[in-house]
């Protein structure tokens, strides 16, 4: 047997100022051909899992591609013509092709389609044929479509949030795979999509709500397979937008059953899945205390689709004569950084930082232009940050760091690489949601603060203006009656068990 192994993953954020092109990718990561698979990026982890069991079990692995951007706007639809035609040309170079596993996203948007992945999915189809196993492993975040499930036999969810089981998710997606490539299992999918949406704030599976809805969908199920539940992104504008239960089962019957159960019990928490956002006054009362409070910027946050180059925070605390407290500040401004380092350390310059362009008498900290190791990231051991040329700037207590391009800002290592103390600030800017609360955990405890901050991912979801998204949709409408509406995926004979 044969089997085509490709990463294409981008999360899109629809309000998002920015374009995702080649570079983008190329800037995160992106390799082609045999080799890709023996990189030492933490980004092709998931992929790796996917070609090692596959070549466990004495199946021929064809690695094609992996292209990993960070969330932005919508992708070139160039970038994905490529993704196809690597995958059509290894069709075409290694003959019939019995399946093809994917590590994607799920909320990745292109230019002219809102469901990239359902586009990406139907032409691959077209590619390999019908009789073809794909399998896909997907984000928490991912926008779950009747394309997706037309189209692929197997789409797996991350179980967690803050996200810690992509690999265990790539794992469970090849497993069932390779099980329906030997003819061991036919399975059925059932989707079950909710008519709301929610801030992302609100859904870690580590507390309640979520966490017992987590539990019962991931409790053994006879019969059952698989089970996802993707509260997707918020800040996508779909056709077919909200949350969605996907069940994969030995019969229609029993896909259709516990997707309904765990559909009803995510349901029922609706009310409770929503987060208070702090002013930053508010914020600031809390210091000094014994621990350095994390203000979350979730709504500047490069992991959602943000520029990252918000200022608003330092802004206000120079406006509000907070500058003496040690605060911490990550902000994503090329100009600035190449000032900087028309400087010398020591050497102090005048500054106009961020989109806002916050006026700070600056002193030249440190300068840096190679990545920065991550010990413990989102794709595990040893994942690189390249932020480009960065500079750390002070004026009395305010510790900016102003880097070139928008990366993941979720860990603490991203200012321990500057030779600050965390320890001794009196704050420390996030931008991020909440990935950030898995490494800031032992640090911060208790404060952590998602703060009143505006952007492209900000938490006040009523902010935006949806074209797309189906309505009555929960929060912006009051839905008295819930009625789940099912939808059934692929299965190779269509009888019923």
Not at 130 to 154: G, P, W
Request: glycine share 6%.
């Amino acid at each position: 047997m044969r089997v085509i192994a490709a990463q294409f993953m981008q999360e899109s954020n629809s309000f998002s100022p920015l374009k995702c092109g080649m570079q983008d990718f190329r800037n995160c990561f992106y390799d082609e051909g045999e080799d890709l698979i023996n990189s030492q990026s933490a980004f092709i982890k998931p992929l790796k899992v996917m070609y090692d069991r596959l070549d466990a079990v004495g199946i021929e692995v064809i690695p094609v591609v992996s292209a990993v951007a960070w969330s932005c706007g919508p992708v070139d639809v160039n970038v994905a013509e490529r993704i196809l035609e690597l995958i059509q040309i290894a069709v075409s170079e290694h003959g019939p092709i019995d399946g093809v596993v994917l590590v994607m996203h799920g909320a990745m948007a292109l230019e002219h389609e809102c469901d990239g992945e359902g586009w990406l999915l139907s032409r691959i189809r077209n590619i390999v044929g019908e009789n073809a196993v794909i399998a896909v492993s997907l984000d928490f975040h991912a926008n779950l479509t009747r394309q997706m499930i037309k189209c692929a036999d197997i789409l797996c969810g991350y179980h967690t949030y803050p996200h810690v089981d992509m690999k265990e998710t790539a794992l469970r997606a090849v497993k069932l795979a390779i099980r329906m490539l030997r003819g061991e299992i036919n399975p059925y999918t059932a989707l079950i999509k909710l008519p709301m949406i929610h801030q992302a704030e609100a859904c870690l599976t580590t507390q309640e709500p979520m966490k017992s809805l987590m539990e019962l969908a991931t409790a053994p199920k006879a019969g059952v397979y698989d089970v996802s539940v993707f509260q997707m992104q918020p800040w996508l504008d779909a056709k077919e937008g909200g949350a969605s239960v996907l069940v994969t089962a030995k019969s229609r019957r029993l896909a259709r059953q516990y997707a309904d159960e765990i559909a009803r019990a995510y349901w029922a928490r609706k009310d409770a899945l929503a987060i208070d956002i702090v002013q930053l006054e508010d914020a600031f009362r809390r210091l000094p205390g014994k621990h350095p409070i994390i203000l979350a910027d979730s709504a500047d946050s490069p992991t959602a689709g943000s520029p990252g180059s918000s200022a608003c925070i330092l802004e206000w605390v120079l406006a509000n004569g907070q500058q003496d407290i040690i605060g911490y500040h990550t902000i994503v401004d090329a100009a600035s950084a190449e000032q900087a380092w028309q400087l010398s350390e020591g050497d102090k310059g005048r500054f106009q930082i961020g989109q806002q362009k916050v006026g700070m008498h600056a002193e030249v900290m440190l300068l840096r232009d190679e990545p920065i190791l991550i010990p413990d990231g989102v794709y595990g051991k040893g994942e690189t940050l390249n932020v480009g040329k960065s500079a750390l700037l002070r004026y009395k207590g305010c510790h900016v760091l102003v880097i070139s391009l928008a990366v993941s800002c979720c860990y603490p290592k991203i200012y321990e690489s500057y030779n600050l103390d965390l320890t001794k600030a009196g704050y420390i800017v996030v931008k991020s949601a909440t990935q950030y609360k898995v490494y800031y955990a032992s640090l911060a405890v208790d404060d952590m603060i998602t703060v009143d901050t505006t952007g492209p991912s900000s938490a006040n979801l009523t902010s935006f203006q949806f074209q797309k998204l189906p309505r009555p949709i929960h929060p912006f409408d009051n839905i008295k009656e819930y009625i789940p509406e099912y939808f059934y995926g692929r299965n190779k004979t269509r009888w019923e068990n």
